[in-house]
C-alpha cells in the first residue's frame, strides 16, 4: 500500500466549499436529474396501464418472468462486484479492484444479452413491437432506456479497468502506453461481444430445447465460433494482464471508481423498480 494511503479521506474534501469532492458532487447531481427522467418513464407506463386500451396485448401472456428473475438477480450481484471494486482500490489493492471490475463487466453483458434475447423473442414470438401497441410503446421505452444505461456503465467499467495498467510515469513511454492499451480496449470489446453472443445463444437454447442437457448441446453447436473467438480474446487479455511493474493507479484514484460505483448502483436500483412496477405489478392483481 502507497505510504500516504492514510491521509486520503475518500469522503470528503476540504478544498471545496461542499466538503464534497467535486466529481462526485456532480454524479449526484447527474443521478438527481436522471431520476426523475425515469421516474417520469415509469410513471407513464402505470398510468398507462391502469387504464389499457381495448383488445391490447395481456402483459402476463407476453412477460416471462423467469428469464427477467435471473437478470434481475445477475444485476444485483454485479452491484455487489462493483462495492468491491471500490473498497479495494480505496486500500490500493489494485489486483483485486480489477477482478471486481471485471466481474462486474460480466454480469452486466450477461444482463444485456439476456434483455436483447427478451426483446427478440417479444417482437418475433409475440408480436409486440414498438409501434403496434401502448404496453409496446410504454414497455420497450423505459426498459430500452435502461438497457442504454447499462451499456454505457460497461462501456465506463471496459475503459476504468485498461486505464488500471497505464504504468507509472517513465519519460518517453507515453506512446508505447497508448498503442498498447488502444489494442488492450479493442480486444476486450471484442471479447465482450463475443459474450454477448455466446449468452444469446444460450439463452436461447435454454429457452427452446426440452432439457438442460439438450440445451447445452445444441449451444455448443450453434455458438463454437462465439466460444473459440471469447477464449482467444481471454488469452490475450492475460498476457495484457501480466506484471509489468508498477503502475498509476492506486487509492488516489478511488474517487473516480466511487463515482462509477455510484453511477452502477443507480442504474440497479431503477432497475429493481422497474422490475417491480412493470412485471411484478401483472401477476398481483
Known amino acids: 500500500m502507497s505510504s500516504h494511503a492514510g491521509t486520503i479521506d475518500h469522503h470528503h474534501d476540504p478544498s471545496t466549499s461542499t466538503g464534497i469532492p467535486n466529481k462526485k458532487l456532480l454524479m449526484w447531481a447527474f443521478l438527481a436529474s436522471d ?27 407476453v412477460f416471462s418472468p423467469e428469464l427477467t428473475s435471473f437478470s434481475t438477480f445477475i444485476l444485483l450481484m454485479s452491484s455487489l462486484m462493483m462495492a468491491l471494486a471500490v473498497t479495494a482500490i480505496q486500500k490500493s489493492n489494485v489486483k483485486s479492484c480489477r477482478w471486481s471490475l471485471l ?15 427478451e426483446f427478440n423473442h417479444f417482437v418475433l414470438e ?11 410503446t410504454t414497455f420497450y421505452t423505459l426498459t430500452g432506456t435502461h438497457g442504454c444505461h447499462v451499456a454505457i456503465g460497461v462501456i465506463w467499467l ?30 476486450l470489446f471484442a471479447l ?5 453472443k455466446a449468452t444469446l445463444g444460450l439463452v436461447h437454447a435454454i429457452q427452446v430445447e426440452p ?5 447445452f448441446s445444441h449451444f455448443l453447436k450453434a455458438e463454437y465460433l462465439a466460444l473459440l473467438g471469447s477464449l482467444v480474446t481471454s488469452g ?10 508498477p503502475v498509476d493507479f492506486n487509492e488516489r484514484h478511488a474517487i473516480d471508481v466511487e463515482g462509477m460505483g455510484l453511477y452502477w448502483h443507480f442504474v440497479d436500483i431503477v432497475w429493481i423498480v422497474i422490475f417491480t412496477a412493470v412485471y411484478l405489478l401483472e401477476y398481483l392483481k
Open 126 to 136: 409475440k408480436k409486440m413491437t414498438l409501434s403496434n401497441s401502448l404496453l409496446g
Open 158 to 187: 471496459s475503459l476504468m479497468y485498461v486505464r488500471s495498467f497505464k504504468p507509472a510515469p517513465v519519460a518517453g513511454q507515453a506512446r508505447a502506453w497508448f498503442t498498447k492499451n488502444l489494442i488492450h480496449v479493442v480486444v
Open 35 to 61: 431520476c426523475m427522467f425515469f421516474a417520469t418513464l415509469i410513471s407513464t407506463h402505470l398510468i398507462y396501464r391502469l387504464h389499457p386500451p381495448a383488445g391490447g396485448l395481456d402483459p402476463k401472456i
Open 236 to 245: 490475450v487479455l492475460i498476457s495484457f494482464a501480466r506484471d509489468s511493474g
Open 103 to 117: 466481474a462486474t463487466i460480466l454480469f452486466g453483458m450477461i444482463f444485456l444479452g439476456c434483455q436483447v434475447y
Open 211 to 215: 432439457t438442460l442437457g439438450i440445451a
Open 192 to 196: 465482450l461481444l463475443l459474450s454477448l
